[in-house]
């Protein structure tokens, strides 16, 4: 069939390409060596010990150096493809059920704890904001976290432009918003942190009990069919 000669014509130049391309990349990696017993391009290292204790040396860098450039250049590859959908694969992992609240609990535990140090320190909302955009470790929360400190220095209701980054529940920014009446920022980003660190604790209680009773299910459930084999073979 016509997709099953296109299928199999794409593979087929996708092998025999990857095969050059990883070859040649292989062939850098082990340049060193090669050069030193086969002298390619009319060039080779010393023979002497000297020589080769240097082409030693320099395949040792070439083994570890290389593959890491290697690795970064790839990260930096997927990090431009699938960095646009980052937020909808987010969006998506925090309505899984269990782990995927976890998840946000702990990326707003950071946020907030971060937010009342720093408010605690005399900054206000908007510098805080602009602190943790900066140096967050998410990109995607970071991008987040700049659209509200741009809100709030615009002059924007903080806690209106920070229910619109859409990672609180309605009683986390109820906790928030109560915080705002009463002027006191720092205190509301406190009480966000104790609250989100409970829910976070008796969470990973749930998950252990959860994981514990199907260890012991999955646990009975294998000695439970080796003895009925045994069974079997006797009978």
């Not at 699938?82 to 707003?108: E, K, S, V, W, Y």
């Not at 908007?126 to 976290?145: Q, S, T, V, Y």
């Not at 009773?213 to 999955?218: K, V, W, Y």
């Amino acid at each position: 069939p016509l997709l099953m000669r296109i299928l199999s014509y794409s593979v087929g130049n996708l092998l025999v390409h990857g095969r050059q391309i990883a070859t040649f990349l292989l062939w850098i990696v082990f340049a060193p060596i090669m050069i030193r017993f086969n002298g390619i391009w009319g060039f080779s290292f010393s023979n002497s010990d000297w020589g080769l204790l240097f082409a030693i040396v320099l395949q040792i860098v070439f083994l570890i150096l290389i593959p890491y450039l290697y690795f970064k250049i790839l990260l930096k590859i997927l990090n431009m493809i699938f960095a646009p959908m980052t937020d909808i694969f987010h969006r998506i992992l925090f309505h899984l059920p269990l782990f995927g609240g976890q998840m946000r609990n702990f990326i707003l535990l950071e946020l907030s704890s971060s937010m009342a140090a720093l408010v605690k320190a005399g900054h206000d909302v908007g510098e805080a904001a602009r602190w943790n955009a900066e140096i967050f470790p998410r990109k995607w929360l970071r991008r987040k976290i700049a659209k509200f400190a741009d809100a709030v220095e615009k002059g924007e209701y903080w806690p209106d432009a920070w229910e619109a980054m859409g990672l609180c529940t309605s009683s986390q920014n109820w906790i928030i918003r109560n915080a705002a009446s009463r002027e006191n920022p720092t205190q509301g980003f406190e009480i966000l942190s104790e609250w989100l660190d409970s829910q976070i604790n008796r969470t990973n209680r749930v998950i252990l009990i959860v994981t514990e009773n199907f260890g012991i299910l999955l646990s009975a459930v294998f000695v439970g069919s080796i003895v009925f084999a045994l069974w079997q073979t006797l009978c």
